[in-house]
């Protein structure tokens, strides 16, 4: 019921390895609800704090219940008895019939240094935790090796764990150990104070094999309430009441309930809805690449300070030492579909400057602007080197701005729900000037000879409603913030063309036909005529697989 890394050492009152968060009342009683096994099971709290479940616990008639929390403070003020002690530190035997709460969210670089330390040394934790994971991934784990063989987990806490690329060994060890039965996933609606974060209750069940899970989706950022929880209840009785291999599905403004099929192994938790044909086409079709697999991406480079490298003056002013100087970008802010909406934005570029002294006697427009800023300058994160005050600090992935004359930009974060749609941008060098992008820009750049597909066909599956609902349900999201560096980004499908089919050199010249139009006249409304395109492609090679294996078979 707290959310508590606390107790991994001596840490402070107000420390954030200490951070704590109350479950309300009305949510643990709804997760207490989904415990299915008799009261005579051994339930297990690992971090009780002020002790909500325990009393919950205790009206229901459990009674054998045990509960650990760290913080002498909190476990004083319990009116149950609670141990005091690190629930880390019990043995991994299993002997567990439930093990129910709220596991701890606390940063890896918030976790005591010697429990990070403990981590990285001890083969037990070693096989989970590493300097990317938080420590509810060390409960999560912990507490899947205290069950007993049909032992229920039922835990709330983010949603992370499910999707980033570092959890992956941990749901792959949930995944050879049992499965998920229902997943709640409350989206960014308030459940604690002071909390902002993808809430998620979920319930999973010790070396159980289950063919479908249980989703239901709260999708308003209204606090959620007793009468919210009352609301997925009933969602959760009527997918209780589906066979295995219903399509029932309910949604409407606020929420959606499907089955979904059970996940298997370490790669990325993504329930699919039944509406969602689009994604289970895209995965089922042959000839389908990474995005990855043909391009080079990486994220844009660092100023660490945008205000003082920017310029605001009109080159003109500028001497020639100066104008040869500037750099020609694009932020996030300066993209749209297909297309950027302005021009690149001048910065002043001074990396091959060495010394204070030839930067004002050659470049005194840039020393003046720059010096106004000197103190902030010198105060910025310099990635552990030396770094002169008037030099970008981090020129990542600069060369690949440098060898590609046209390449794809996107916002490195991006919310869908804000416009309906994710940004890919056609971008080209002008009048022999590179182009540039910042560290909220992500750049996707098609290697030479890795594919034969025009790089406006990718431009255009990228911006197709096919595509873009696949990134919204597969891709990686965080409190609603989609994430396009370069792991979530590679992982993006593009068909590949048969070239010896006419159907498809058809539509691919027709995609590109229309991405062209896009691209001259600026008409976003063609994006329609695009979508059906794309799905006719789709369409073709499910069609073209399917006859395939009929002829196999």
């Known amino acids: 019921e707290m959310v508590v890394t606390g107790s991994l050492g001596k840490a402070g009152k107000n420390s954030k390895s200490l951070g704590q968060y109350m479950t309300p009342m009305f949510v643990a009683k709804f997760m207490s609800s989904l415990i299915s096994k008799p009261t005579t099971a051994r339930v297990l709290e690992p971090g009780a704090g002020e002790g909500v479940f325990l009393r919950i616990l205790d009206k229901k008639g459990f009674e054998n219940v045990t509960a650990y929390e760290i913080d002498t403070r909190l476990a ?3 009116p149950a008895k609670i141990s005091h002690g690190n629930f880390l530190e019990i043995p991994p035997k299993p002997t567990c019939d439930v093990i129910i709460g709220n596991p701890p969210y606390v940063r890896w670089k918030n976790i005591l240094p010697e429990w990070r330390d ?3 040394k001890s083969e037990y934790w070693n096989k989970i935790m590493n300097g990317l994971c938080d420590l509810s991934y060390a409960f999560i784990y912990h507490s899947v090796n205290l069950l007993r063989e049909r032992g229920e987990l039922i ?39 002071k909390v902002a974060s993808t809430i998620m209750i979920f319930k999973y069940l010790k070396r159980v094999k289950l063919p479908n899970v249980k989703i239901v989706e709260y999708r308003s950022k209204e606090p959620v309430t007793p009468q919210v929880m009352n609301k997925i209840s009933l969602l959760i009785r009527r997918l209780e009441l589906q066979p295995s291999d219903s399509d029932f599905h309910f949604e409407n403004d606020v929420f959606r309930a499907y089955l979904t099929e059970q996940f298997v192994g370490g790669k990325p938790w993504h329930p699919i809805p039944p509406t969602a044909q689009v994604v289970k086409r895209l995965d089922a079709i042959e000839a389908v690449v990474q995005l990855g697999d043909i391009s080079e991406i990486g994220n844009g480079m660092v100023s660490g300070l945008d205000r003082a490298f920017r310029l605001e003056e009109n080159p003109k002013v500028l001497n020639e030492h100066e104008r040869s100087s500037l750099i020609y970008v694009y932020k996030a802010k300066t993209l749209e579909r297909f297309f950027p909406s302005s021009d690149p934005i001048p910065y002043i570029f001074t990396n091959h400057i060495d010394s204070q002294d030839e930067l ?21 994160y310099n990635y552990k080197k030396d770094i002169p005050w008037w030099h970008w600090v981090f020129l990542r992935n600069k060369h690949l701005f440098e060898q590609h004359g046209i390449k794809i930009f996107v916002p490195s974060k991006e919310r869908y729900d804000t416009r309906g749609y994710f940004r890919f941008a056609l971008i080209n060098d002008k009048e022999g000037k590179t182009c540039y992008a910042t560290q909220d820009v992500t750049a996707i750049c098609i290697k030479k000879h890795a594919t034969k597909e025009k790089i406006e066909y990718i431009l255009g599956l990228l911006n197709s409603e096919p595509i873009q609902k696949w990134i919204v349900i597969k891709g990686f999201s965080r409190g609603g913030v989609h994430d396009f560096c370069e792991g979530p980004t590679s992982i993006i499908p593009i068909p590949k063309v048969d070239w010896d089919n006419p159907k498809e050199v058809e539509l691919h010249r027709l995609i590109v036909e229309v991405v062209d139009e896009v691209l001259v006249q600026r008409r976003l409304n063609l994006t329609r005529e695009l979508n059906d395109y ?10 073209a697989k399917t006859l395939r294996l009929d002829s196999f078979s």
């Open 76 to 78: 004083k003020r319990s």
């Open 118 to 120: 403990i981590f990285k």
């Open 155 to 193: 835990f709330i806490c983010p949603l992370f764990w499910t999707e980033t690329l570092h959890a992956g060994r941990l749901r792959e060890h949930l995944s050879n150990n049992g499965s998920l039965e229902l997943l709640i996933n409350l989206n960014e609606a308030k459940v604690f104070d």
């Open 360 to 380: 004002k006697q050659f470049y005194p427009h840039f020393y003046r602007k720059l010096s106004d800023y000197r103190e902030i300058l010198e105060k910025r």
């Open 534 to 543: 794309v799905l006719k492609l789709l369409e073709h090679k499910k069609k």
